[in-house]
C-alpha cells in the first residue's frame, strides 16, 4: 500500500459480518492512523461491507516543522494557495489504485467500492478517484480539498466516475481547512463531474473533527451506495 515504505502497518480492517460484496477503503488524516476510522465504521456497519482502513507511512511534514509522522504526502500549507507536493500526491494515489485493483482481485467489483477519507485522507481519495480508470461508487470526503485543483479537468482525462456519487461534509468551525476551502472544493467538485451527484453537508460548530450527526449521514451515504445484493 505505501510504495517503498514498507514499515507501515497492514490497514485495520472491519470484516463483513458475512460474504463481503463491496468494501470502503476509507484513509485516515495527518498524523492519524487507520484504528480510530475503523472503530468508528464498526459502529454503523453493514453486513455485507468490508471496511479498509490503511495507516499512513512516516514521513517528515513540512507544515509540522519537518517532524516525522504518519502522512499520505508532505503538506507545505493549509490554505488553497499553497504550494503542494505534486511527486508525493501523486505516488500515494498510486498506492491507493494499487490497493483498488488487490480488493477487485479479492472478488468485490470497483463499482462496488467506496473511496473516503478525513482532511488529508479525504483529499487523496477525491484526487484518486477523478484519475483512477477504474469505475467507482464514489468517495465519502470530510473536512478536505482537493489536491493539485488547477491540474484539472486535464488530469481526468475522460474520467471513468464522471457520474459517481460524492459526499462531502465540513464543520464551519473548522480552523484547519477553513470551511470556505471545502465548500470552494465541492464547487469544483461540480464542475468535473455530474453536479447533481455532489452533496455538501455543513455542520454547525464542529471543529476539525467529525461528530455523530456526520457519521450517521456517511452511514446513510454508503448505504444507498452500496446495497445488499441478492446473491448474498
Wanted: proline fraction near 7%; include cysteine; glycine fraction near 8%.
Amino acid at each position: 500500500m505505501c510504495g517503498n515504505n514498507m514499515s507501515a502497518p497492514l490497514p485495520a480492517i472491519v470484516p463483513a459480518a458475512r460474504k463481503a460484496t463491496a468494501a470502503v477503503i476509507f484513509l485516515h488524516g495527518l498524523g492519524d492512523t487507520g484504528h480510530g476510522w475503523a472503530e468508528a465504521f464498526a459502529g454503523i456497519k453493514s453486513a455485507h461491507v468490508k471496511y479498509i482502513c490503511p495507516h499512513a507511512p512516516n514521513m517528515p511534514v513540512s507544515l509540522n516543522m519537518r517532524m516525522s509522522m504518519p502522512s499520505w504526502f508532505d503538506i507545505y500549507g493549509l490554505s488553497p494557495e499553497a504550494e503542494e507536493d505534486e511527486a508525493g500526491i501523486k505516488r500515494a494515489s498510486d498506492n491507493l489504485k494499487a490497493l483498488i485493483d488487490q480488493e477487485v482481485k479479492n472478488g468485490i467489483p470497483s463499482h462496488r467500492i467506496l473511496l473516503g477519507g478525513f482532511s488529508q485522507g479525504g483529499a487523496l481519495s477525491l484526487y484518486t478517484a477523478l484519475t483512477t480508470q477504474q469505475k467507482l461508487a464514489g468517495v465519502v470526503a470530510l473536512s478536505c480539498w482537493l489536491p493539485l485543483r488547477n491540474s484539472f479537468p486535464q488530469a481526468c482525462g475522460g474520467s471513468a466516475n464522471k457520474d459517481m456519487h460524492v459526499l462531502q461534509c465540513h464543520g464551519d468551525a473548522d480552523p484547519l481547512v477553513p470551511f470556505s476551502f471545502g465548500s470552494r472544493t465541492a464547487e469544483k467538485m461540480k464542475s468535473l463531474i455530474n453536479p447533481a451527484n455532489v452533496s455538501f453537508k455543513s455542520y454547525r460548530g464542529l471543529p476539525h473533527s467529525a461528530c455523530p450527526e456526520e457519521m450517521v449521514d456517511v452511514k446513510r451515504f454508503i448505504e444507498k451506495l452500496l446495497p445488499a445484493i441478492s446473491e448474498e
